[in-house]
């Protein structure tokens, strides 16, 4: 596939460039400006605004949510749990198809025995669930990820608390030993933590970020300085947190012209749902806390938690807008809340090929009618996506 962009506004995961022409050739970008192909065909890019493709960087992925992913304009979803039995197929089709979104994956996140997530799978039929209850299993533990394909390492400090049932929480010091390892073979640790109290424990760990941010009351200038001073990242799923508080934000999503009939039924009920498992839960302070983060000088990613159906208030590639404008809503100018799907998610997780719009960048892209610079809103301004230079049927 050999095309030009033309006269279409840029942001190439860092900044605007303005009007320019972006031509792609097999499945790469190649050039930018005016010095072009004039052979290759043409794609009219006037009104319109070309993004790098989304990354999620919190899902929990199969292969009918990467496809339902793309049609959003979320070309890769980082999967923070996941069965290998089921993900290492996801993978290998992933791997060599344009109509579903790339993914990578930590395989099965580590916990203690009874612990979280077994407490929301149910009656799942779900794979014997690998536990760590003593810090001398846990460089097995990372190893036997590793081997599963693993790209990086998953910790669940979780007791339960804010999804309305208690669960054992794992050992600080298995966690410690658990980190201690991942570095040792050049992986990095992400730590699922809701609470204050989980966040300093995984703080104390060695932890490198955070899957969610906590929701259980406002930070203090204290806990902002100390997760500054850890150089830390965070994935503060907003989108889960309103679920988990009630805040009822999915509804809108669904509701929104430029989504409805676009999510088979089962997706769309699930987005209009909610956890509603925390009501205690301060969604407000949370929003206040990701501002202070940004501040700070935290690395903030755009991520979901959308995972399967009956983990409620999200869906797959959609809800990724929703936590954009969440992002923006939270204090971030819009540039800074597309950079945190782009260019700083793809820079934090090594995908060193994506989240920009560079030569020699992979061409996976999405163009939007409007300018998301100026309204976050218009990413859902779906007009075209491409995976691999590979145009996706709509």
Not at 137 to 146: G, T
Not at 265 to 294: H, I, K, M, Q
Not at 309 to 321: E, I, K, N, R, T
Not at 322 to 335: D, I, N, S, T
């Amino acid at each position: 596939m050999h095309f030009v962009i033309e006269s279409v506004r840029v942001f190439d995961g860092e900044k605007a460039l303005g009007l320019c022409d972006v031509e792609v050739n097999d499945g790469t970008v190649v050039a930018l400006g005016s010095d072009v192909d004039p052979q290759a065909d043409r794609v009219d890019g006037h009104g319109a605004t070309l993004l790098p493709g989304l990354i999620d960087t919190h899902t929990h992925s199969d292969l009918e949510a990467l496809r339902q992913a793309l049609v959003f304009g979320v070309t890769t979803e980082l999967d923070l749990f996941s069965f290998p039995e089921t993900m290492k197929e996801v993978r290998r089709e992933a791997a060599i198809r344009t109509d579903v979104a790339d993914v990578r994956s930590a395989s099965v996140g580590m916990t203690a025995p009874g612990g979280h997530p077994t407490q929301l799978r149910g009656n799942q039929n779900d794979p014997d669930l690998p536990t760590v209850g003593r810090p001398e299993d846990a460089a097995r533990f990372v190893d036997e990820r590793i081997a599963e394909g693993a790209d990086y390492i998953k910790v669940l400090i979780e007791t339960g608390k804010t999804l309305g049932k208690d669960v054992p929480v794992v050992d600080i010091r298995v966690v410690e030993a658990a980190v201690e390892a991942a570095h040792a073979r050049g992986k990095l640790v992400i730590a699922h933590a809701l609470t204050i109290e989980a966040t300093r424990q995984a703080l104390t760990a060695g932890v490198d970020g955070f899957a969610h941010l906590f929701v259980d009351g406002p930070h203090t200038p204290e806990l902002v300085a100390e997760i500054a001073a850890a150089g830390v990242f965070f994935i503060p799923t907003l989108s889960t947190l309103a679920s988990l508080t009630s805040q009822h934000l999915g509804a809108a999503l669904a509701d929104d012209p430029r989504v409805a009939g676009k999510l088979p039924p089962a997706w769309d009920e699930n987005l209009r749902g909610d956890f509603n498992t925390y009501r205690t839960g301060d969604f407000n302070a949370a929003v206040a806390s990701v501002d202070a983060l940004r501040q700070a000088g935290v690395p903030v990613l755009a991520g979901t938690d959308a995972s399967h159906l009956g983990a409620p208030g999200m869906a797959h590639g959609v809800s990724l807008h929703g936590e954009l404008k969440l992002l923006v809503r939270a204090g971030f100018a819009p540039q800074d809340a597309l950079r945190a799907a782009t260019s700083l998610a793809a820079d934090t997780f090594g995908l060193n090929d994506r989240g920009r719009i560079v030569p020699g960048a992979r061409a996976d892209l999405l163009l939007v009618d409007g300018d998301p610079l100026t309204s976050i809103d218009d990413t859902l301004n779906v007009k075209a996506v491409w995976r691999g230079g590979v145009r996706v049927t709509r």
